[in-house]
Structure formats: structure tokens, C-alpha cells
């Protein structure tokens, strides 16, 4: 074979190669997020193992070091969440437990039995699917709402904290101005004792020299 014609095969493998990665990193980044098992394209009930494998063939396929694409990056960051969120047991139960609600919600407003026909469809996996989208969203919806509600009531218990340690200090710093001014009350009481005694003294004194002046 020519080596021109050797050069264009290799320009065409090379694009197609191109077009490959740049469709799989725009997949990713369309996939819904809080569902790990979309962004690795996979199905739920699949094995640890099989996890690993998918997660390790798409990295490859779009690591940054790999393509020119400027969105590999957040693509290649996205992968990885979704592998750590299904290797993870207590998020992947999460995640299941969501996918499963979505199941029974559809079949019980369509009025389904677990042996109805329509739930092996197309259709009703297409549905499927949106409906774990909505459940997913709902279930984060009402985990930011407890998060901060929690906040919430942390910053309150943190205010009655700061307000009940701020009591106690300027009762520690009043008892010991108090203390402080102990001697110098003391003196003073001493003192004005000491005057009221004199003045009485003064008084008594006075009364006798006019009381004897009366008497001569």
C-alpha cells in the first residue's frame, strides 16, 4: 500500500477516533449527575467488578492527557465521581433505593402488577428513567432543605451557647469588680462610722456645757 494512502487511512482513523471521544464526553456531561449509573453508562444490579472495567475503558478513552477536547477535564472529573459514588455502599443503597422508588411509583399510578407486560417495554424503562430523575431530584431537594435546617438550628444553639458564655463572663467580671472594691467599701464604711461616732461625740458635749450654764 501506498504510503499515501497508508497517511489518509491513519487521518481517518484518527478522526473517527476524535469523533468518538468528543461524543462520549458530551454524553457524560448530558448525563444526569445523581445518577452514577447513567454517567458510566450502566445498568443497575451490575457487580463491582463490572464498575471498575467500564470506568477504567471511558477513562481512557477521554483522559485530559488524551484529547484536545477542553470539556475532558469536567467529563473525565464527572467519570470518576459516578465510580466512587457506586463503589461506595452506603451512596450506591441510596441510589438503588431511589431507582426502585421510581419503579413502584410508576406501577402503582399506572395501576401495574409486577407481572404486567408493559413493564419489560421500552417505553416503560424510558419512563423508568425520567421518573428516577424526578425522584432523585425531589430526595436532593429534600436533603439540602434538612442540611439546612440543621444549619439553621446549629447557628441558634451556637447564639444561646455564645449568649450563655457571654452571661457567665460578665457575671465572673462583676463579682470580681466587687471583690476588687471589697477593701476600699470596708474603708470607707470605716470612715464615715469613724465621723458619724465623732459628730455625736461633738454633739453630747455640746448639750452638757449648756445644760451646766443653765444649772450656774
Not at 25 to 33: E, L, M, N, P, S
Not at 37 to 66: A, F, N
Not at 177 to 196: F, P, V
Request: with cysteine; aromatic share 6%; glycine share 4%.
Amino acid at each position: 500500500m501506498p504510503d499515501e494512502e497508508q497517511d489518509a487511512l491513519d487521518a481517518l482513523e484518527k478522526e473517527a477516533s476524535d469523533f468518538t471521544k468528543d461524543a462520549e464526553i458530551d454524553r457524560i456531561r448530558k448525563a444526569f449527575q445523581l445518577d452514577a449509573y447513567s454517567v458510566l453508562d450502566l445498568q443497575p444490579g451490575v457487580t463491582e467488578s463490572d464498575i471498575k472495567i467500564q470506568y477504567r475503558k471511558k477513562s481512557l478513552l477521554i483522559h485530559p492527557d488524551k484529547t484536545k477536547n477542553s470539556a475532558a477535564p469536567d467529563a473525565f472529573d464527572r467519570l470518576k465521581k459516578a465510580q466512587t459514588a457506586l463503589l461506595e455502599e452506603k451512596s450506591r443503597t441510596y441510589l438503588d433505593e431511589c431507582i426502585a422508588d421510581a419503579r413502584r411509583l410508576l406501577i402503582r399510578e399506572h395501576k401495574y402488577t409486577l407481572d404486567s407486560p408493559e413493564l419489560k417495554t421500552e417505553e416503560f424503562k424510558k419512563e423508568w428513567r425520567q421518573k428516577t430523575v424526578h425522584v432523585l431530584l425531589e430526595e436532593e431537594a429534600r436533603r439540602r432543605r434538612q442540611a439546612k435546617a440543621k444549619l439553621q438550628e446549629e447557628g441558634r444553639e451556637r447564639r444561646k451557647e455564645d449568649e450563655e458564655i457571654e452571661e457567665r463572663k460578665r457575671k465572673r467580671d462583676s463579682d470580681k469588680a466587687w471583690e476588687d472594691t471589697r477593701e476600699e467599701r470596708i474603708s470607707t464604711w470605716r470612715d464615715w462610722q469613724k465621723g458619724r461616732k465623732k459628730s455625736g461625740e461633738d454633739g453630747e458635749g455640746k448639750k452638757k456645757k449648756k445644760k451646766m450654764k443653765v444649772l450656774g
